[in-house]
């Protein structure tokens, strides 16, 4: 069974770019997950979506972000315009329930 | 204060030896409790969940104390491939929380 997959491994942009991130869940997971870890950092969460609504998107930072899973299926996350303190690793994770998440390999996104 | 606090070390050991970790929430009303591995520049992968009766799988055993809001993993045996990084995550309901995460290098 494939795992969850993120698009694209690493991501290189300058302050004021645009950058969408893309997360693939395990096929049947109702429940997606954003998070970063900023370096040096915690891992912290930025929102939960099942299937395609938004069930808390209390950490994004700002209106900067903006998540979206359009179908239940594969979810974005795009950075608009992007700043120097968005550079981390964003991570997607996926469940069935509520339960047991598993990790994508993370976006490494690197704002010049 | 931070919500989950773990000593970041590095912890350095030799092989077989034991080697614990402990990890202090400050929320008493958390739920679950995981210990995560990370290996470097990979994602975190469960380790194991962490029961308040502990638990134990092989080499590794966890346990929880809710009195003073912590948890613990113990790692018997160590080997090279058991150096990373150790996550504990505190779970409230389904968003869990992170802490900084505790790095582990086992040496020859």
């Known amino acids: 069974e494939a795992g969850v997959t993120q698009f694209p491994s690493h991501s290189v942009i300058e302050k004021g770019q645009t950058v969408t991130l893309r997360c693939d869940p395990i096929?049947?997971?109702?429940?997606l997950y954003w998070y970063r870890r900023v370096m040096g950092k915690e891992i912290k969460f930025l929102l939960h979506?099942?299937?395609?609504?938004?069930?808390?998107e209390s950490g994004m930072p700002n209106n900067r972000f903006l998540a979206e899973r359009t179908g239940g299926t594969y979810s974005t996350l795009k950075v608009q315009p992007a700043e120097l303190e968005d550079s981390g690793v964003y991570f997607c994770?996926?469940?069935?329930?509520?339960?047991?998440?598993?990790f994508g390999p993370g976006t490494r996104l690197t704002v010049l | 204060r931070k919500e989950v606090e773990q000593d970041p070390g590095p912890f350095n050991v030799p092989e077989g030896a034991t080697v614990a970790f402990n990890c202090t929430y400050s929320?008493?009303?958390?739920?679950?409790f995981f210990w995560y591995r990370q290996d470097c520049r990979k994602e975190p992968k469960l380790l194991m969940s962490?029961?308040?009766s502990g638990n134990e799988d092989g080499r590794f055993t966890a346990q929880l104390n809710r009195a003073s809001q912590y948890i613990s993993l113990l790692i018997r045996d160590s080997k090279l491939s058991d150096s990373a990084t150790y996550l504990c995550?505190?779970?409230?309901?389904?968003?869990?929380?992170f802490g900084r995460g505790t790095s582990l290098i086992v040496h020859p």
């Open positions: 994770a996926s469940s069935f329930r509520e339960d047991t998440q598993y």
């Open positions: 096929s049947g997971h109702d429940n």
């Open positions: 979506f099942v299937k395609e609504s938004k069930q808390d």
């Open positions: 929320n008493s009303a958390s739920q679950s």
């Open positions: 962490v029961y308040s």
């Open positions: 995550v505190v779970d409230r309901g389904y968003i869990p929380t």
